[in-house]
């Protein structure tokens, strides 16, 4: 699966993945380019199918959006 991120600005921030009861399951750091990027997660990221809260911090502040994961890395 690809996630695309667009205007968060540039510079350090982390992913982080939550399931449905509010777990954390993905924490990843990255780094943000200030251009469109996308970021894969494959099924071993994501283990059930599902939907999950997808959140980028930065110093900023926090982005969420709501993820469904239909297995097989799609």
């Known amino acids: 699966a690809q ?3 667009q ?8 992913l982080s993945i939550f399931d ?3 777990r954390l399951v993905l924490n990843r750091s990255i780094s943000l380019s200030g251009q469109p990027q996308s ?7 994501l283990q ?3 939907v999950y809260l997808l959140q980028i911090s ?6 969420s959006r709501k993820l469904v994961f ?4 799609r």
């Open 3 to 5: 996630v695309l991120v």
């Open 7 to 14: 205007e968060l600005g540039s510079g350090p921030a982390q």
């Open 20 to 22: 449905i009861d509010g």
């Open 39 to 45: 970021f894969s997660l494959e099924g071993k990221d």
């Open 48 to 50: 059930k199918t599902g």
């Open 58 to 63: 930065t110093d900023r502040g926090k982005y």
């Open 70 to 73: 239909r297995g097989n890395g």
